[in-house]
């Protein structure tokens, strides 16, 4: 089985073209088998890209511990290049279907290859209910919660996945590592959720770490990124649009107001290519 090593601002995953061979017949499985950083290739998780009969392509994203996710904004930046560079539709304009519908991705093209490229990543979700959380303040927003003991300022926000936002003046690895798998974990999140804790440079400038649901801390999400610019501005921390500096580097995000939807630039790379021995 062929397989392509990408990442998204250091958010990495296995890549797998199921156009030009079968879809594995149990990728949560091989998903865990491939991620891993010392028995398998390593990564953040497996991402299948498949054909769609409603757009260029379809997107299906597994997570490191098996468990499938509606979305990737990095990954989704990945599999847009993937499709460009590697002739599946030579377009500057995709359409990718995903588990939280169809989105929009436009590319800027240097030396014939994809390099730069903006994923509209739709409205945000503010309600409990989009989250899902059962906290009961609508929307959450700067809701004082209680952690493990530790009280923290939350704000909710879904970008078609769930996310927890807590701005923080350092985010520690005591809080992203110690804390961050106790919130993913919290009942008070149904689905489970991602977290991110993010220090505020200034009103246009934000630091963010983050523990990924399913996977663990990431250098880098797309989604949680996205998610924390609505948040910033929902506290007024922050303006629409942002650059957002994260392990693996750097997003820009803009809240369109008049549309309400959520754009993410930000780069794509492909690492190697190599053989799965199954």
């Not at 927003?141 to 996945?161: D, Y």
Request: aromatic residues 6%.
């Amino acid at each position: 089985m062929k397989f392509t090593k990408m990442h998204g601002a250091g958010n990495d995953y296995v890549y797998l073209d199921c156009f030009a061979q079968a879809s594995p017949q149990n990728p949560k499985e091989l998903a865990v088998k491939m991620a891993d950083r010392r028995f398998g290739i390593g990564g953040d998780g497996l991402i299948l890209i498949e054909p769609s009969e409603i757009a260029d392509a379809r997107m299906r994203m597994f997570n490191a511990d098996g468990s499938e996710a509606e979305m990737c904004g990095n990954g989704i930046r990945c599999v847009a290049k993937y499709v460009f560079d590697h002739g599946i539709a030579r377009k500057t304009e995709l359409n990718i279907e995903t588990g939280n519908g169809v989105l929009q991705l436009q590319l800027e093209i240097e030396a014939g290859l994809a390099k730069l490229i903006t994923v509209d990543m739709g409205k945000p979700g503010i309600a409990p209910a989009d989250i899902p959380t059962s906290l009961s303040q609508e929307p959450v927003v700067g809701l004082p919660v209680s952690f493990s003991g530790i009280e923290l300022k939350a704000t909710c926000v879904s970008m078609g996945n769930p996310h927890c936002i807590i701005f923080v003046p350092e985010a520690t690895d005591d809080l992203v590592l110690g804390l961050g798998p106790k919130i993913e974990h919290d009942p008070r999140f149904p689905q489970r959720t991602n977290v991110e804790f993010v220090e505020i440079i200034t009103d246009r400038e934000f630091r963010q770490r983050t523990w990924e649901r399913g996977s663990g801390e990431t250098w880098a999400c797309g989604t949680g990124a996205s998610a924390v610019c609505v948040a910033g501005v929902l506290t007024g921390v922050g303006q629409r649009e942002i650059v957002i500096h994260l392990r693996g580097g750097d997003l820009h995000l803009r809240w369109e107001e008049s549309s309400d939807h959520v754009f993410m630039t930000g780069g794509a790379v492909e690492v190697f290519h190599g053989v799965w021995p199954d």
